[in-house]
């Protein structure tokens, strides 16, 4: 009968043992640094992940990580535009107009910011303030298409023709794309065969 093979048994000290534990717990934060996922702590950080939450649909989420962003940082004007863009899609027009009332406040050239809280107006029915905040949105950025194509549509909502065509052409004008259905209901409901 063969003996098994024995190991001599080493005493490590207390010291190494020490070493050795703390070797392990600097691996295991360098082995969970790199699983985990980063936790924000400037105002930007959490901008940046509520802006991802926003593009993957977890309001919620993007809701919570804007209003981390302004508890740092409560002039945050981009935080405030987009955690309204986050309530708009949800369908809280009312906090939407407020956080893009809000972004505005913090930065009244923010034409991005008029164009939404016109199209939260908009949304609710208040077609008169939809126009003057695509507007303004205009008045801060003259080639901003998206404003003038909204603004296109509620001065059609309004059977406000003339302006919803002299919109149009100054989306072609400068670069931009009108939308051609939007363009034949135009025709049919202005009477006019201009384009």
Not at 18 to 23: A, K
Not at 54 to 82: E, H, S, V, W
Not at 166 to 184: K, L, Q, W
Not at 185 to 194: F, I
Request: aromatic letters at 12%; glycine letters at 6%; proline letters at 4%.
């Amino acid at each position: 009968m063969t003996k098994p093979l024995s190991f001599p048994r080493r005493r490590e000290s207390i010291t190494e043992l020490i070493l050795i534990s703390f070797q392990m717990l600097f691996f295991m934060a360098v082995l969970f640094s790199c699983i985990a996922p980063a936790r924000a702590e400037t105002a930007l950080e959490y901008l940046d992940n509520g802006n991802d939450a926003l593009q993957r649909g977890a309001l919620d989420l993007a809701i919570i990580d804007f209003t981390k962003a302004l508890g740092i940082n409560p002039n945050l004007a981009k935080a405030y535009d987009n955690r309204g863009v986050s309530y708009a899609e949800e369908g809280s027009l009312k906090r939407a107009i407020a956080d893009f009332t809000m972004a505005i406040a913090n930065n009244p050239k923010d034409a991005e910011a008029y164009n939404n809280r016109g199209h939260a107006y908009y949304a609710m029915g208040n077609v008169t303030q939809a126009i003057f905040d695509y507007t303004r949105a205009i008045d801060n950025n003259a080639f901003y298409i998206k404003a003038y194509n909204n603004r296109a549509l509620a001065y059609y909502f309004l059977k406000e023709y003339n302006k919803a065509w002299s919109d149009v052409h100054t989306v072609v004008e400068i670069g931009g794309n009108a939308d051609p259905n939007f363009i034949d209901e135009l025709k049919k409901e202005s009477g006019s065969p201009v384009s």
